[in-house]
C-alpha cells in the first residue's frame, strides 16, 4: 500500500508572536539555527515514507513563501493551497480526498509542521509500528507521549487498561480526549499515570477516515465533495474558493476522533515537544546555569529562569525572573513565562484594532 505523509503548515504560530507572524509563521523559520520546522518535519520521515509523497496543506497567505523555501522534493501539484481557514478537520479532508482520487487507498500520515523531535531513530520505528497498526486493523492511530511535565498547553488521551494487541507494539483503546485543560488537571493527569500527551500525529488508510467524515462530519463531507471531480483541472482553485467558506470549522479531535470507537493509540518516546509557545524554546536550547535561555546579543545581571529571544540589537535585563523577552525589528514582547500560552491574545488583540501589519 502506497504511503503518503500529510503536513498541516498554515497556522498562524500565535503564541510565538512577535517572532512569528500569519505571512511568516514558525513553521517557516529557522528558530533552532539548522533549518526551518516545516524543512526538519519533512526530513523526519525520510526513510519511512517515500519524500516524494508529501502532500502540504497551507494557506494563501504563505503559500508563496512557503514553495519557494521548503524542501525540494515535494512537488508542487502537492501543496494544497486554503483560500480560508477552516481547522485541521477540513484540511485533512482535502488531503484524503485528494490522495484517494490520484492514487486509490492509501496509508495517510498527519503531522504538525512545528514540532521538536531529538529521537530520529525511536521516532521511525514508532512510525513504522503505527503503519503497520493501521494497516493491519484499519483503524485511526494516533501516537500518545508520555508526560513528564504538567502542560496546560497540550491535549491528552486516557487509554483502555488492556492492550488491544502487543505486536508489533502495546496498542491501546482510545478511552477519552481531554482539551487542554487546567494546571491541577494535569497535575492529577501526571500523576494518574493513565494519560498521554495528544502529540497530533495520526495515521490511518485514506478510506477509514473518509468513512469517518461520512459518519461523523457528514455536512463538510457531502460540501467538499464535488471539488472531487475538478481536482487537477484547471478550475480547481476557483471550486477551492467557491467550496471552502461553506465549510464547518472544527478540529479532528472534536469532530471525529473524540466521537469514533475505532481509536487506537501507542506511545512513542523519542524526545518530543510542540514547540507551541515561548516557554517551550528550552526543548531546543538548554538553559544556562542560571536557569535562562539565551538566543539574542545579551549582557545581564541578576537574571534568571527567563527566555530573552533577539536579533542584533542589544537586551540587557537586571534582577529579573521568569519573564519571556522576544525581540524583533518592529515589535517586543515582555512576559511572565507562566503567561506564555496568553500571547495569543495580543494577537487577537492587534487584529480587532486593525494594526494587521503587527499580527
Known amino acids: 500500500m502506497n504511503k503518503f505523509a500529510t503536513i498541516l503548515a498554515g497556522g498562524g504560530g500565535t503564541r510565538f508572536w512577535p517572532l512569528s507572524r500569519q505571512e511568516l509563521p514558525k513553521q517557516l523559520?529557522?528558530?533552532?539555527?539548522?533549518?526551518?520546522?516545516?524543512?526538519?518535519?519533512?526530513?523526519?520521515?525520510?526513510?519511512?515514507?517515500?519524500?516524494?509523497?508529501?502532500?502540504?496543506v497551507t494557506n494563501r497567505t504563505q503559500a508563496v513563501l512557503l514553495e519557494r523555501i521548503m524542501h525540494k522534493s515535494v512537488?508542487?501539484?502537492?501543496?494544497?493551497?486554503?483560500?480560508v481557514a477552516k481547522n485541521t478537520a477540513a484540511s485533512i479532508l482535502l488531503a484524503a480526498?485528494?490522495?484517494?482520487?490520484?492514487?486509490?487507498?492509501?496509508?495517510?500520515?498527519?503531522?504538525p509542521s512545528d514540532h521538536h523531535i531529538t529521537e530520529s531513530d525511536n521516532f521511525k520505528k514508532t512510525l513504522n509500528d503505527a503503519c503497520v497498526v493501521a494497516?493491519?486493523?484499519n483503524k485511526i492511530v494516533t501516537i500518545g507521549i508520555k508526560p513528564t511535565f504538567p502542560s496546560t498547553g497540550y491535549g491528552y488521551i486516557s487509554?483502555?487498561?488492556?492492550?488491544?494487541?502487543?505486536?508489533?507494539?502495546?496498542?491501546?483503546?482510545?478511552?477519552?480526549?481531554?482539551?487542554?485543560?487546567?494546571?491541577a488537571k494535569a497535575q492529577s493527569y501526571l500523576q494518574s499515570g493513565h494519560y498521554l500527551w495528544n502529540s497530533g500525529m495520526f495515521i490511518w488508510k485514506t478510506s477509514c477516515i473518509i468513512d469517518n467524515f461520512k459518519r461523523f462530519l457528514p455536512r463538510l463531507f457531502k460540501t467538499m465533495l464535488p471539488l472531487i471531480a475538478y481536482m487537477g483541472t484547471e478550475r480547481e482553485e476557483e471550486m477551492i474558493n467557491e467550496i471552502y467558506p461553506l465549510l464547518q470549522n472544527i478540529s479532528i479531535d472534536y469532530g471525529i476522533l473524540e466521537r469514533s470507537d475505532e481509536v487506537v493509540v501507542i506511545e512513542g518516546d523519542f524526545g518530543w515537544n510542540d514547540i507551541g509557545s515561548w516557554d517551550a524554546l528550552g526543548a531546543i536550547f538548554p538553559p544556562d546555569e542560571h536557569g535562562n535561555i539565551v538566543k539574542a546579543n545579551y549582557v545581564g545581571i541578576d537574571t534568571q529562569n527567563s527566555i530573552i529571544y533577539g536579533d542584533?540589537?542589544?537586551?540587557?535585563?537586571?534582577?529579573?525572573?521568569?519573564?519571556?523577552?522576544?525581540?524583533?525589528?518592529d515589535a517586543l514582547l515582555i512576559c511572565a513565562?507562566?503567561?506564555?500560552?496568553?500571547?495569543?491574545?495580543?494577537v487577537r488583540i492587534l487584529k480587532d484594532k486593525g494594526m494587521h501589519e503587527y499580527a
Not at 480526498?97 to 503531522?111: P, Q, R
Not at 502487543?166 to 482539551?179: D, I, M
Not at 542589544?314 to 524583533?328: E, K, R, S
Open 337 to 346: 513565562k507562566d503567561k506564555a500560552q496568553e500571547v495569543k491574545e495580543i
Open 159 to 183: 487509554c483502555k487498561k488492556d492492550s488491544f494487541m502487543k505486536e508489533p507494539c502495546p496498542v491501546y483503546e482510545a478511552a477519552e480526549f481531554v482539551e487542554k485543560p487546567n494546571f
Open 312 to 329: 542584533d540589537r542589544l537586551i540587557t535585563t537586571i534582577g529579573i525572573d521568569g519573564l519571556i523577552i522576544a525581540d524583533t525589528k
Open 75 to 83: 512537488q508542487h501539484v502537492n501543496i494544497l493551497v486554503e483560500p
Open 135 to 137: 494497516m493491519e486493523t
Open 97 to 111: 480526498l485528494f490522495i484517494e482520487k490520484n492514487h486509490g487507498d492509501s496509508l495517510m500520515v498527519v503531522f
Open 29 to 56: 523559520i529557522n528558530i533552532s539555527g539548522t533549518d526551518i520546522m516545516l524543512n526538519d518535519t519533512i526530513e523526519r520521515f525520510n526513510g519511512v515514507i517515500p519524500m516524494e509523497n508529501t502532500i502540504v
